[in-house]
C-alpha cells in the first residue's frame, strides 16, 4: 500500500516563507512525475509546480522567481519551497505523484490529503 503524506502548512504574513514537503512511502518502484497543486475555496485545482524523474520543473506563471520545487528520490520526498507569498497563495496544497507500485505492480497518481497554506496579516 502507498501513502503520499504532506506537511509544512501554516499561517504566515505577506511577503514571508515556506517550506512544503511531501513523503511518499509504501510499496514503491519507481517514482515518475511529482507535483504540487492547489485549491482555493470557490476555485478549481490548479498545478503550481511540477518536476520530472530527470529534473525538469514547470511552474504557473504566478509563482514564478517565488517557488522552487525539488525533489529527493533517495527517500521518495517532495519539496515545494515558497517565498514573497501573498494572500492569493492561500488555498489547500495537495502532492501529486504519478508512481508504480511493486505490489500490485501498477502505475497510477497517488493523492496527499492536502495542507493549509494562509498568507494573511
Known amino acids: 500500500q502507498v501513502q503520499v503524506v504532506e506537511s509544512g502548512g501554516d499561517l504566515v504574513q505577506p511577503g514571508g516563507s515556506l517550506r512544503l514537503s511531501c513523503a511518499a512511502s509504501?510499496?514503491?518502484?519507481?517514482?515518475?512525475?511529482m507535483g504540487w497543486y492547489r485549491q482555493a475555496p470557490g476555485k478549481q485545482r490548479e498545478l503550481v509546480a511540477g518536476?520530472?524523474?530527470?529534473?525538469?520543473?514547470n511552474y504557473v506563471d504566478s509563482v514564478k522567481g517565488r517557488f522552487t520545487i525539488s525533489r529527493d528520490d533517495a527517500k521518495n520526498t517532495l519539496f515545494l519551497q515558497m517565498n514573497s507569498l501573498k494572500p492569493e497563495d492561500s488555498a489547500v496544497y495537495y502532492c501529486?505523484?504519478?508512481?508504480?507500485?511493486?505490489?500490485?505492480?501498477?502505475?497510477?497518481?497517488?493523492w496527499g490529503q492536502g495542507t493549509q497554506v494562509t498568507v494573511s496579516l
Open positions: 501529486n505523484a504519478d508512481l508504480l507500485s511493486i505490489v500490485p505492480r501498477i502505475r497510477r497518481d497517488y
Open positions: 509504501g510499496s514503491i518502484s519507481r517514482i515518475y512525475f
Open positions: 518536476i520530472s524523474s530527470d529534473g525538469t520543473t
